[in-house]
């Protein structure tokens, strides 16, 4: 099974999820898998065939799912982009170069920090989260190449 099918399968369930499900989950967040009271419905929702060393990144994503909207384009670098304008740049700026430098300790309090700020701009702040979760487990690349990636897409345009 190629690693497309079970992300965009969980993706599509996180999709159907109700109101006070989103909730629970986003109540989560910034929690690790076994600190976190909402296990059944995080493990109903991960396909089967999803190794055990990465759940975490797909408990990640579960926790934050509800906190932006959801659209087919772009990356998180995109994503990103599109919530700067002239009067926030440069905070957005630092908080993005410290989510790049994140390692895998960091990485779930300054991703989690990042969905917030796209949360706080609903009219431009939408993820891509396929794309999101597909870039996670290439976080600990020695190429970086998700960071250079979302680095690329976030400042270079």
Request: aromatic fraction near 12%; glycine fraction near 6%; charged fraction near 30%.
């Amino acid at each position: 099974m190629s690693d497309y099918q079970p992300v965009q399968l969980f993706i599509e369930k996180l999709a159907t999820l109700e109101a006070g499900e989103r909730a629970r989950l986003k109540r989560c967040a910034g929690q690790t898998l076994a600190e976190s009271r909402e296990n059944a419905l995080f493990y109903r929702l991960l396909p089967k065939g999803v190794p055990e060393y990465r759940e975490e990144i797909y408990f990640l994503v579960a926790t934050l799912y509800p906190m932006a909207e959801n659209t087919t384009d772009g990356d998180f670098g995109d994503s990103l982009r599109n919530a700067r304008d002239e009067k926030n740049h440069t905070g957005i700026d630092r908080r993005v170069q410290a989510l790049l430098d994140a390692d895998e300790s960091q990485l779930p309090f300054r991703l989690r920090q990042a969905v917030h700020y796209l949360y706080s701009r609903p009219e431009r702040g939408k993820v891509n989260w396929r794309k999101l979760l597909d870039d996670l487990h290439g976080w600990n690349s020695p190429e970086h190449y998700i960071q250079r990636r979302w680095a690329r897409n976030y400042f270079a345009k």
